[in-house]
């Protein structure tokens, strides 16, 4: 019988390698994720730059770097999928409003605020902090709004 493979064990060991590969090339990883599906291992890694859109050619010389020393780390076969976040990514962590900010976003709410009639509106990220919220700039009328976090069902990057 195969060991149980913990699949915090993997990310705690393999985040330093993921985050020290993408300074080399000057990425910021968004995302980076173990799953099992259909009895198989994924490691799957979003990588974001702030000077380029990511190509497939950044993937592959990711990838390939960081390929020698997953070999080493772990002694399990496992799939490895690196690409670039997409273009309209439902955002999966507090800490990709810090990494896209000042991009346009749509916002879904759970429910409208006291001035506003709408639970989804367009806006540009200004600033988030973990205690108070999102401040975002709403595109249709120009007005600055702070968010609590627990009013916000869900962010994605929006392209005009």
């Given at each position: 019988?195969?060991?149980?493979?913990?699949r915090k064990e993997i990310l705690d060991k393999l985040?330093?390698?993921?985050e020290?590969?993408?300074?080399r090339?000057?990425?910021?990883?968004v995302?980076?994720?173990?799953?099992?599906?259909?009895?198989k291992n994924f490691i799957r890694i979003f990588l974001f730059s702030y000077e380029k859109p990511i190509s497939i050619d950044d993937c592959e010389k990711f990838s390939r770097s960081l390929n020698e020393f997953l070999d080493d780390l772990f002694d399990f076969k496992y799939y490895l999928e690196v690409s670039s976040p997409g273009l309209e990514r439902k955002f999966k962590s507090n800490?990709?409003?810090?990494?896209?900010?000042?991009?346009?976003v749509s916002i879904k709410l759970y429910e409208p605020l006291e001035d506003m009639k709408d639970v989804i509106f367009k806006a540009t990220l200004l600033d988030f902090d973990e205690n108070e919220g999102v401040t975002v700039k709403r595109l249709d009328d120009g007005k600055e709004i702070l968010l609590p976090l627990e009013k916000i069902k869900n962010t994605k990057l929006y392209l005009e």
């Open positions: 019988m195969k060991p149980e493979i913990n985040m330093p390698l993921v020290n590969t993408a300074m090339f000057n990425f910021i990883p995302e980076v994720d173990f799953s099992r599906e259909n009895h800490r990709e409003y810090l990494i896209f900010k000042g991009r346009n």
